[in-house]
């Protein structure tokens, strides 16, 4: 019996063993799996700032090519240089990037090898661009060649890089995709490592509770003891253990379960960490991707920080020129310089540090430390605090710091989780920035050609004109000074002075459509009054427009106007058109609507596509409804006040 126990002991040990051995595996291997994802995540975000950046160098050159050649004006060009000069490391960056996903991305390589051609593609047709559009382009501009400002040349332009911004979409979206799989995969192999665990435990106690009743007195309890302690760690209690009492092999098993329950408890504790952690930062891009305004990125960033990190407080702050820095965002115990506060940044403080060093930062004690924010710290009960850099575009925009009450130090290791999300707070603003940017390009170009619109309408008024008036009275005077002898004469004088009538009001309707003079002198409503009056249909005017309104939307405003009466009058077939203006909440708001066939579409070509540009370029929107049979309706909202330029 003693040898038959002894041998069933060996074999159960042996089992034992194996199956603990074979979920600690698991579960290593899970938690590797776990880092890897991690690490590529990080790459994919990598590769998404990458493409945004080589796409946002793209929009400036092509943003200042189209607006040298409408304006011929070389500050548009200084935009352009910039992003030729960078697209070349940018697009190479991304390139790079891309081929360490595709060596890194086993499960998916088809779809990184796919990405990287993709970004090798982009660099290709971006380098295309330049060489074969941009330069010869801006070179034929500058000498003065009518070509280069041809709508064939400009079509041409846009469909090169049409093509390059399809490509950089797909990019994105293909990263994305991939990030996606790759958290399907961990979240997986996680649930995998699970089950194999607790199988192994299940097993575990299955064959302890076989053997049970085959060991004496002075087994069976600790054997009781080891189910016992195995139930809970199958239930998820991974913070028990068993006394080690045993002897010889019961021994062993004992300090087997307890490095089992260990290793366990810490890969759950790793586990949910990670997981936690990359929760947050899912949350964050989110908020960053979706384009929204940094005010409140800040905010959703120091949240997850503070909760992610469980300190007591987070301060995201932005340093200004004159060495003073503003907090703009704050978590937690807001008596501690809360956010809209600018200070000096004297003494030792984590801003200071940051700031001077370029890195992350730690603070372990303010006892000694000089300057007001560290009394502020002291003051507080503050501990300690770990800060790392915002960078946008090259350059330190600010800082975000996290602090403690207690008495112990923060972990290390805080200040790199930290740096993740400070990075993703540096792509929403330069994200900003870049929209700003492109809005007040937009803008700059829409009133460049306005003024050279009022130029050409003064010009013909006090020039062409008036020239054409004095020919017709010189002209009649001449008429009457011919004898009555001469009637022929008479005739034809007559006949050359109807002529310049009809031409001088051929030039006045021409210099109206350049600039209407009325719009000019009384505003918009009573332009609007005229584009009613001449309109081929009846028109049902609904003018609420009291006095003057800013010079660019009054334009824009008269142009999507007459633009959409005289759709109406060619394409739509109506009985009669609605016009109305009013302003709604610092809005100009403007609906053009007839009872015509309806089935307008405005992505298949139509004159309102350059309106377009020039109402989102002052910030508004154009909406048409035009369902087939049932008329169509223009709706355009026009801020009054023009938009944010980015500092």
Do not use: C
Not at 129 to 151: K, L, N, Q
Not at 292 to 301: I, L, N
Not at 573 to 593: K, N, Q, S
């Amino acid at each position: 019996m003693r040898g038959s126990l002894t041998r069933r002991m060996v074999i159960a040990s042996a089992l034992l063993m194996l199956l603990t051995s074979a979920a600690s595996a698991v579960l290593l291997l899970a938690i590797r799996d776990q880092r890897s994802s991690a690490q590529l995540a990080r790459k994919s975000q990598e590769v998404l700032v990458a493409a945004a950046r080589v796409e946002r160098l793209l929009v400036d050159i092509e943003t200042g090519t189209r607006g040298y050649l409408l304006t011929g004006e070389d500050r548009f060009l200084q935009p352009a240089h910039a992003g030729e000069t960078d697209f070349a490391q940018a697009s190479s960056e991304l390139v790079d990037l891309t081929r360490v996903t595709e060596q890194n991305e086993a499960p998916g390589r088809l779809t990184a090898i796919h990405v990287s051609g993709t970004a090798q593609a982009i660099k290709i047709k971006g380098e295309s661009y330049i060489r074969d559009y941009f330069r010869p382009i801006v070179a034929a501009a500058e000498r003065g060649d009518p070509a280069a400002r041809s709508v064939e040349n400009a079509q041409l332009g846009k469909t090169m890089f049409d093509d390059i911004r399809w490509d950089s979409n797909t990019l994105e979206q293909t990263e994305q995709r991939i990030a996606a799989e790759r958290d399907d995969r961990a979240r997986a192999n996680a649930n995998q490592a699970t089950i194999a665990a607790i199988a192994g435990l299940g097993g575990t106690v299955v064959l302890v509770g076989f053997f049970a009743t085959y060991l004496s007195r002075a087994i069976v309890r600790p054997v009781r003891q080891a189910s016992l302690t195995a139930h809970r760690l199958a239930s998820g209690d991974l913070s028990t253990r068993m006394p080690t009492t045993g002897v010889a092999e019961i021994g062993v098993l004992e300090k087997s379960f307890n490095t089992m329950a260990s290793s366990l408890q810490r890969s759950q504790s790793e586990l949910a960490n990670l997981l936690e952690e990359q929760g947050a930062l899912r949350r964050v891009a989110t908020v960053v991707a979706e384009g929204t305004q940094p005010e409140k990125v800040f905010a959703a960033v120091n949240e997850e920080v503070a909760r992610l990190l469980d300190v007591h407080g987070t301060r995201l702050m932005r340093y200004e020129a004159d060495g003073t820095v503003t907090f703009v965002a704050s978590w937690g115990e807001p008596t501690i310089v809360p956010a809209g506060t600018r200070m000096v940044l004297d003494g030792r403080n984590i801003g200071s540090l940051v700031r001077s060093g370029g890195r992350p930062a730690r603070i372990e004690d303010y006892e000694d430390a000089p300057g007001s924010l560290a009394a502020i710290a002291r003051e507080r009960g503050v501990r300690s605090t770990v800060g790392a850099p915002i960078t946008v575009a090259g350059r330190l925009w600010g800082a975000m710091s996290a602090f403690s009450k207690a008495d112990k130090p923060l972990p290390s290791g805080i200040e790199r989780r930290l740096a993740d999300f400070t990075d993703l707070v540096g792509t929403a603003i330069a994200n900003t920035q870049a929209r700003a940017d492109l809005t007040a390009s937009r803008a700059r170009v829409v009133a460049a050609a306005d003024a050279i619109r009022r130029r050409i309408e003064r010009d013909l008024h006090d020039g062409t004109q008036q020239r054409l008036v004095s020919l017709v009275l010189d002209v009649r005077n001449a008429r009457a000074s011919v004898p009555d002898t001469q009637p022929q004469l008479r005739t034809e004088l007559a006949d050359i002075a109807d002529g310049l009538v009809a031409a001088l009001d051929d030039l006045r309707e021409i210099s109206r459509g350049i600039h209407p003079a009325l719009l000019a002198r009384g505003g918009l409503g009573p332009a609007l009054n005229g584009l009613a009056r001449r309109s081929p249909l009846p028109v049902e005017l609904d003018n609420n427009l009291d006095g003057r309104l800013p010079d660019q939307v009054e334009v824009a405003a008269y142009y999507v106007v007459a633009e959409a009466l005289t759709n109406a009058a060619k394409h739509a077939r109506p009985t009669a058109i609605w016009l109305a203006a009013d302003v709604v909440d610092g809005r100009l708001r403007l609906t053009v609507r007839d009872d015509g066939i309806g089935g307008a579409d405005p992505a298949n070509g139509s004159g309102l596509t350059g309106l377009t540009d020039r109402v989102e370029a002052l910030g508004g929107t154009i909406t048409v409804q035009s369902p087939p049979g049932e008329g169509t309706t223009l709706q355009v909202w026009l801020p009054l006040s023009a938009p944010v330029q980015s500092g």
